[in-house]
């Protein structure tokens, strides 16, 4: 399957430890993004790298949010002292370096569950 | 005011009708729009992208763009129960911003 790649699936933690997700994008695909969905909301954009530059950051990243992209391929997403509100889908998604580079194709999902 | 809204649902249309899907956006300067499908439980999958004011037909599916009043529409033709999904609108500059997306159920 060469499609985007995300670990883990599912992820059930206690309010205040950490966790960290880990997105393969398409191996071709040097734009890599990170969203959060909830229930009966669209994704709401977190960041964005292209290759190993991280260009943009939502306000909605708080400073418990860290993402990195090391070598431009895969990229991680740690979330630090989690709280109930940061349970949400958090997709990877990733575009062309050329050609349609808009339009995203995204990973299953890593599904976090704060108690 | 958002930058993507979508018409509210859910939209509930018997097998083999057209489901009719609308999008407005806020920023004019707008040039890419996608429409993506979504399964319960599952991630956002691409089905339509236009990027120039008219129509445009991929199979069942049909895309209508009017950058001058800020609206972008799904047509769905002949809906079958597998079209049973939620659809969301996206709008791109250099990431997408997503609409709250349209439930729509397709009786049998």
């Known amino acids: 399957d060469t499609g985007v790649s995300q670990d883990p699936r599912h992820k059930i933690t206690k309010r205040g430890q950490n966790v960290t997700f880990r997105c393969d994008p398409i191996?071709?695909?040097?734009?890599l993004y990170w969203y959060r969905q909830t229930l009966g909301q669209g994704p709401e954009f977190l960041t964005y790298f292209q290759n190993e530059a991280q260009l943009e950051k939502s306000r909605l990243l708080s400073d418990r949010f860290s993402a990195e992209r090391p070598k431009g391929s895969f990229s991680t997403l740690e979330i630090q002292r989690t709280e109930q509100g940061d349970s949400a889908m958090y997709l990877c998604a990733s575009s062309a370096a050329q050609g349609r580079t808009q339009e995203l194709f995204f990973g299953e999902g890593s599904r976090l569950t704060v108690l | 005011q958002k930058e993507v809204e979508q018409n509210s649902g859910p939209l509930s249309v018997p097998e083999g009708a057209i489901a009719s899907l609308n999008c407005t956006y806020s920023d004019r300067g707008s040039q890419s729009f996608f429409w993506y499908r979504q399964y319960s439980g599952k991630s956002p999958e691409l089905i339509m992208s236009?990027?120039?004011?008219g129509d445009k037909e991929d199979g069942r599916f049909t895309a209508q763009l009017n950058k001058a009043s800020q609206y972008v529409s799904l047509l769905i033709r002949d809906s079958q129960p597998s079209d049973s999904a939620t659809y969301l609108c996206?709008?791109?500059?250099?990431?997408?911003?997503f609409g709250a997306g349209t439930t729509v159920t397709v009786r049998a």
């Open positions: 191996s071709e695909h040097n734009r």
């Open positions: 236009i990027y120039s004011n």
């Open positions: 996206a709008v791109n500059d250099y990431k997408l911003s």
